[in-house]
Nanobody
Framework: QVQLVESGGGLVQAGGSLRLSCAVS????????MGWFRQAPGKEREFVAM????????YYADSVKGRFTISRDNARNTVYLQMNILKPEDTAVYYC??????????????WGQGTQVTVSS
C-alpha cells in the first residue's frame, strides 16, 4: 500500500519560512518523480514543484520560483519543500505527490492527505 504522509505545515508570518516533509512508503522511492501541489480556499489545485528521479531536474511554478526549493533524501524515502519569503497568497493545503513518469503539467498517480500552511500578513 502506497502512503505519502506530509508534515511541517503550520502558521507563519509573511516573510517567514517553513519546511514541509513527505515520508513515502510502499513504492521504490528512488525511482519515482516527486512533487508538491497546493490548493487554496476557493481555488483549483495547482502545481508547485517537482523533481525528476533520473536527472534530478527541478521544476517550479512561476509564483514560487526563487523562494521554494524541492529536495529529496532517497535514504530516508522523504521529499522536502523548503519555503522561504512566504506570502499570504501561499496559504493553502500542500499535497505531496509521486509518479514514476511525471511530466510538468501532468497528473500524478499518488497523493498524500495534505498539510495546511497559513501565512499571516
Amino acid at each position: 500500500q502506497v502512503q505519502l504522509v506530509e508534515s511541517g505545515g503550520g502558521l507563519v508570518q509573511a516573510g517567514g519560512s517553513l519546511r514541509l516533509s513527505c515520508a513515502v512508503s510502499g513504492l521504490t522511492f528512488s525511482r519515482f518523480d516527486m512533487g508538491w501541489f497546493r490548493q487554496a480556499p476557493g481555488k483549483e489545485r495547482e502545481f508547485v514543484a517537482m523533481m525528476k528521479w533520473r536527472s534530478g531536474d527541478e521544476y517550479y511554478a512561476d509564483s514560487v520560483k526563487g523562494r521554494f526549493t524541492i529536495s529529496r533524501d532517497n535514504a530516508r524515502n522523504t521529499v522536502y519543500l523548503q519555503m522561504n519569503i512566504l506570502k499570504p497568497e501561499d496559504t493553502a493545503v500542500y499535497y505531496c505527490v509521486a509518479d514514476n513518469r511525471a511530466i510538468v503539467g501532468g497528473t500524478f498517480d499518488y497523493w498524500g492527505q495534505g498539510t495546511q500552511v497559513t501565512v499571516s500578513s
